[in-house]
């Protein structure tokens, strides 16, 4: 036997014993990693690439001592070119799943391991909603879109000969990009940020089967849940509510989403630092994989001029800092989304009422490739209000529950690129907050600060507006259940400044009581924010090095 490429290959895909491989091609162990390794090294990216064509003007990508690749470029088309083509030549495969999850085409090249994941994103639609979303935008971002589509494509190219190894050993090449396919991956992502059916389900399970009291008061309620971001007594503009939603209602509530992990953010005003100048921190957490969602990067053109991490498959940085503002996020399970219960006709299935009509369900007909076995045929059956969704749920009834219809912002027209681009080149708070204003999804909060020392917390998303407050399901002919348009951006929860010298968020609830407009979403409990409240607390002058301190610290309130 000789140790060639196809026979590393077998080794990696696991189809080769190591041992085996060895005493046939009669090599030592450590002579076998060699090789290996060797061959892993023939797959990396070229170090120095020299392209001709593509940009307009002069485009440089410069790496530094950790790889990060900084972006010069004369135009902003040329710069976001810059960013997909050294994107694709550090995070093509990963790129590639992030598509495929999106698209729900997983199980073609990883097997019927990821079936139920490529179910799911069919179910949504999120193929049909991009392919909706790419007409409908702004010439600006459709013009940096092109730019950075472009760029990934050049760098697949560039990669014909040193494909990540990935594509090697799943015997498959990347097809090309395309604006919809950013779009689909994008909203694959918020879907694992913001849909979460389960906390629906389980405050549904919970008011059904749990008996009213302290037991299923205390399920429904995460822990230290006075802990809020937006403290009482704050300014609101007077809720500017449709005839007959909700106002005022307290408390927001939760499902269960108590986990142990979870993002954080702070920000220091100017009077509390050593410098006068504001400080952020922020890690916000998504569960471990090499390489991380993050991918961090400068990019300096005409109108940007900023460091910091983005996400792999978008453009823009979503943390970071230009030369005025640096900002940070974590993420707000506010509920962006509701199950309905349909009615179905008592004597045709086939069909669901609608106020006061009787409307076929729609029926879309799907069929999964799965790798190593037969294709996956799915119908899925759509009412007003979206997709049913019910095999994606476990059943609250035994027996069964009636279908369920998912309406989810996610379906909706967003311009989340336009913003992320925006947030980067933004020197202010005002700034920062007009960025923010036509943000949907994910419902995030945004911290910021200032070089000046100013600091604010932005809480954006594209609350929905409900006339009725209900843990569960919800009905889709209850008029009291529809949406009734969106908490205005000027009325989401928001601090500049205030009266303590910083601002924290780490996924607890973002309102107080004395919030004008139901705010409810199932919130992790207050503990991380109490301790972060507490360290800030005790540093009268909060450095550099206190924060790093602080994104150390491992003490938990609840312990």
């Known amino acids: 036997m000789v140790l060639d490429d196809a026979v590393i290959l077998g080794v990696l895909r696991g189809d080769r014993d190591v ?21 892993l090294c023939r797959r990396l990216p070229p170090n120095d690439l020299h392209l001709t064509g593509g940009v307009t003007g002069t485009l440089d990508i410069l790496r530094d001592g950790h790889g990060i690749p900084h972006i010069y470029a004369e135009t902003t088309n040329d710069l976001f070119y810059g960013l997909g083509l050294a994107m694709a030549h550090d995070r093509l495969w990963q790129m590639d799943i992030f598509r495929r999850r999106g698209l729900g085409r997983l199980a073609e090249v990883l097997g019927p391991d990821y079936l139920n994941a490529d179910i799911t994103h069919r179910t949504l639609m999120l193929e049909r909603i991009a392919e909706r979303e790419v007409p409908l935008l702004d010439e600006s971002t459709a013009d940096i879109l092109v730019a950075f589509v472009a760029g990934v494509n050049r760098g697949i190219e ?40 389960q906390s629906i389900v389980a405050a549904e399970a919970a008011m059904r089967h749990l008996p009213a009291g302290p037991l299923r008061d205390a399920f429904l309620t995460p822990e230290f849940p006075g802990e809020r971001i937006v403290p009482s007594g704050s300014p609101f503009p007077p809720a500017d509510l449709a005839p007959g939603a909700l106002s005022g209602v307290g408390q927001p509530f939760a499902g269960s989403d108590n986990s142990a992990t979870g993002s954080n953010n702070w920000a220091i005003g100017g009077g509390r630092t050593p410098t006068g100048a504001g400080i952020v921190g922020s890690d916000p957490h998504q569960p471990f ?31 970071g ?13 506010a509920s962006t989304r509701d199950l309905y219960i349909e009615d179905v006709h008592p004597s045709d299935p086939s069909h669901y009422r609608d106020g006061s009509e009787w409307r076929p369900f729609a029926e879309h007909s799907i069929t999964i490739s799965v790798r190593g076995r037969e294709p996956h045929h799915l119908t899925v059956r759509e009412t007003a209000r979206g997709p049913i969704v019910n095999h994606l749920v476990p059943p609250v009834d035994p027996a069964g529950d009636p279908p369920l219809a998912l309406r989810w912002v996610g379906q909706e027209h967003l311009t989340e690129v336009q913003s992320v681009v925006a947030l980067g080149r933004a020197r202010t708070g005002e700034e920062f907050r007009a960025a923010l204003a036509d943000w949907a999804l994910p419902a995030f909060n945004w911290g910021f600060a200032d070089a000046d020392g100013n600091i604010g917390y932005q809480c954006a998303a ?31 929860p928001r601090l500049e400044n205030p009266p303590s010298g ?16 139901a705010f409810n979403g199932a919130f992790a409990s207050g503990e991380r924010a109490v301790r972060i409240r507490e360290r ?4 009268p002058v909060f450095d550099a090095s206190a924060c790093a301190a602080l994104q150390n610290d491992t003490l938990s309130p609840r312990a």
């Open 19 to 39: 041992a085996a491989v060895c005493a046939a091609a009669k090599v030592s162990y450590e002579e076998f990693i060699t090789a290996r390794n060797a061959y």
């Open 158 to 197: 560039t990669l014909v000969q040193h494909l990540p190894v990935e594509f090697a050993i799943l015997e498959y090449e990347p097809e090309p990009w395309t604006i919809r396919d950013v779009i689909a991956a994008a909203r694959g992502f918020w879907w694992s940020l913001n849909g979460r059916l």
């Open 289 to 319: 994989m090499l390489p991380a969602n993050w991918y961090e990067c400068r990019l300096r053109g005409p109108e940007d001029d900023l460091i910091g991490a983005g996400w792999a498959g978008m453009p823009g940085i979503w943390f």
């Open 321 to 333: 800092r230009n030369r005025r503002l640096a900002w940070g996020l974590t993420n707000n399970n």
């Open 462 to 492: 594209r609350m929905p507006i409900r006339g009725r407050v209900v843990r569960g399901f919800r009905e889709a002919n209850n008029p009291d259940d529809r949406w009734r348009g969106y908490v205005p951006f000027d009325a989401m």
């Open 502 to 517: 910083y601002i924290e968020s780490a996924n607890n609830a973002p309102v107080p009581d004395d919030y004008p407009y």
């Open 536 to 539: 800030i607390g005790d540093s």
